[in-house]
């Protein structure tokens, strides 16, 4: 069975800094498509960053130079690094993962029908 547990949501002041893990299970995450999503309140769910199987890695605009990817074969996880954090990256956070979808097209369209996706968890950027 295919699972996406997250971890490492939590509270922070703008400026600090939070890292996301995702552990994939049931799956090697090496051979899909893995991203991250948010959703924040009032607002439709958009892409923040994504990483194809062949490592080309894709970020939203506005995270762009703050936030960074990394991906981990050997424990099957993919980690979201966020630094400079701003009140307007407050959300729930999803991780995902596609055999189809590219991480180009995620990171633009952010469709919702990726195959599979975590739980979800809470960041707040607090002013």
């Known amino acids: 069975q295919v699972q996406l547990e997250e971890s490492g949501g939590g509270s922070v002041q703008a400026g600090g800094s939070l890292r996301l893990s995702c552990v994939a299970s049931g799956f090697t995450a090496e051979h899909y498509l893995m991203a991250w999503f948010r959703q924040a309140p009032g607002k439709e769910r958009e892409a923040v960053a994504a990483?194809?199987?062949?490592?080309?890695?894709y970020y939203a605009e506005v995270v762009k130079g703050r936030f960074t990817l990394f991906k981990d074969k050997a424990t099957n996880t993919l980690d979201l690094q966020m630094n400079s954090l701003k009140p307007e990256d407050t959300g729930v956070y999803y991780c995902?993962?596609?055999?189809?979808?590219?991480?180009?097209?995620?990171?633009?369209?952010?469709?919702?029908?990726?195959?599979?996706w975590g739980q979800g968890l809470q960041v707040t950027v607090s002013s």
């Open positions: 995902a993962a596609d055999e189809v979808y590219g991480a180009w097209y995620v990171v633009q369209r952010a469709p919702p029908d990726l195959h599979h």
């Open positions: 990483v194809d199987s062949d490592g080309s890695t």
